[in-house]
């Protein structure tokens, strides 16, 4: 299994630009989230699924669009990259919330917005 | 905002040292996790704390989970460089299980 796949790696973007960050597991999980880290501020929640076809908002949404279309993959979208989305992004999966249970985090991707 | 508070910030020891991080939950939590990151890595899952009043043991590391399932803490004995890294606290507050709330983290650093 390669577990939580994210890619890019690195992007770096221009103000106004827009790019999806890709995200994919095989370990057939429900649940889905995107988290952004920021020096000093911890993990932050953008957004979350339970399950193909059902999204949610977490904590810090504006700016973000996702989508849950198939088990496997959630995309994040930045629809007009600003400099404050300058972060690093996480995707992770875990088979229920409702159990709690471990949650598996892809690689990152280190996004700079010039 | 952040709902969990974690405790230090920072901590530098050296090796051989103990090393305690906290973590204080405003609201009652149906379970606690705690995580590992390394410098440059994704975090890692430690373990899972899901009883009042439950301890965990793993080698140099012991979890608890307070009473009122509102605190936590990780304690490792004699400190390792290999325990560099950031520890989080995580959970889910009870009535709730869709949103992880996660503390800022504990960068802990060992002097060898």
């Known amino acids: 299994n390669a577990g939580v796949t994210q890619t890019p790696k690195f992007q770096v973007l221009k103000t106004g630009q827009s790019m999806t960050l890709q995200c994919a597991q095989d370990m057939n999980h429900e649940y889905m989230s995107w988290y952004r880290q920021d020096p000093g501020m911890g993990l932050r929640l953008i957004h979350y699924s339970v399950g193909a076809g059902i999204t949610d908002q977490g904590e810090v949404p504006n700016g973000y669009n996702v989508s849950r279309s198939t088990t496997e993959d959630f995309p994040l979208r930045l629809l007009s990259a600003a400099p404050s989305q300058t972060s690093v992004y996480f995707c992770?999966?875990?088979?229920?919330?409702?159990?709690?249970?471990?949650?598996?985090f892809g690689p990152g991707t280190r996004l700079t917005v010039l | 905002g952040q709902q969990v508070m974690q405790i230090p910030q920072y901590q530098h020891v050296q090796e051989g040292e103990d090393f305690t991080t906290y973590c204080n939950s405003s609201?009652?939590?149906?379970?606690i996790q705690w995580y590992k990151q390394r410098p440059g890595g994704h975090p890692v899952f430690l373990i899972q704390l899901v009883k009042s009043g439950e301890v965990k043991k793993q080698k140099r590391l012991t979890f608890q989970f307070g009473e009122a399932k509102k605190n936590s803490s990780l304690h490792i004995t004699a400190t390792q460089t290999t325990d560099v890294g950031t520890y989080f606290c995580a959970g889910f507050k009870a009535g709730n299980n869709r949103k992880l709330i996660w503390g800022l983290g504990t960068s802990l650093a060992v002097n060898p």
């Open positions: 609201t009652t939590l149906s379970n």
């Open positions: 992770a999966s875990s088979y229920t919330p409702g159990t709690g249970g471990e949650q598996f």
